[in-house]
């Protein structure tokens, strides 16, 4: 029997229950980043969030653009979100993957990879970031938000606590028998990833497990 891929931990498993009554150290970094997104982001933007899930943050970012566009490779969560903005004029939704995005060169204001998502991508962050900076304007930002070095402890008590198996730490990022990575990140690792993009970047700290990088195309 094939190992289970992240693909199949996100066709079979409800996302939803690793970001509901986390451990206090997630929890904030989900509030810090609601906080961060709510002021960074300018009124009247085109925002496109890769790995949009079941909408955890489109309901804030449909305040706030004039349109946003979010992604998403798992087709249960897609449904979810799908159902829970159907009256919201300003919000598409698509099954698409991160890699190749269907979009046109510099489409959006924003491209957003938020909730600690691109750590859930192994071995093709660097094209997924390349394919955020080629869809994002040369006046707009790609924003990615990921778990700190210090998140261990906290991914390991959350992934315990929703009753994953086979848990193991590999020094840089949590698996599971169910297909689940979670992949923490140094600051340098984010600025060497930007650099290679040709982004510039700029990385804060919104709590101790939390990064947020910031990137604009390099002239």
């Known amino acids: ?36 997104i709510s002021r960074h982001v300018k009124q009247g933007s085109k925002i ?10 489109l309901n804030i ?19 979810k979100a799908h159902e829970s903005f159907k009256n919201r004029k300003n919000v598409e939704l698509w099954f698409m993957d991160a890699q190749k995005m269907s ?19 192994p071995g093709i962050e660097e094209k997924v970031l390349n394919e955020m900076k080629r869809v994002t304007k040369d006046t707009g930002e790609v ?11 906290a991914q390991l008590e959350n992934y315990h606590r929703i009753g994953l198996t086979g848990i193991k730490d590999d020094g840089a990022a949590v698996t599971s028998k169910e297909g689940f990575y979670s992949r923490r990140f140094t600051k340098k690792q984010l600025q060497e990833l930007f650099e290679r993009a040709r982004l510039s970047c700029d990385v804060i700290s919104l709590c101790p497990i939390n990064y947020v990088a910031t990137g ?3 002239a």
């Open 1 to 36: 029997m094939l190992p289970k891929t992240v693909q199949d931990f996100y066709r079979d498993f409800n996302f939803e229950e690793v970001i509901t009554n986390p451990p206090l150290p997630i929890q904030k970094f989900l509030d810090e980043e609601i906080k961060f």
């Open 48 to 57: 496109l969030e890769v790995g949009c899930g079941y909408g955890r943050l």
């Open 61 to 79: 970012l449909a305040e706030k653009a004039d349109k946003i566009v979010g992604i998403d490779f798992s087709e249960p969560l897609l449904e």
């Open 103 to 121: 979009f046109e060169d510099e489409s959006f204001d924003y491209v957003l990879c938020l909730d600690a998502t691109f750590g859930n991508m």
């Open 143 to 153: 924003v990615i938000s990921v778990f700190s070095e210090n998140a261990k402890d």
């Open 216 to 218: 604009r195309k390099n």
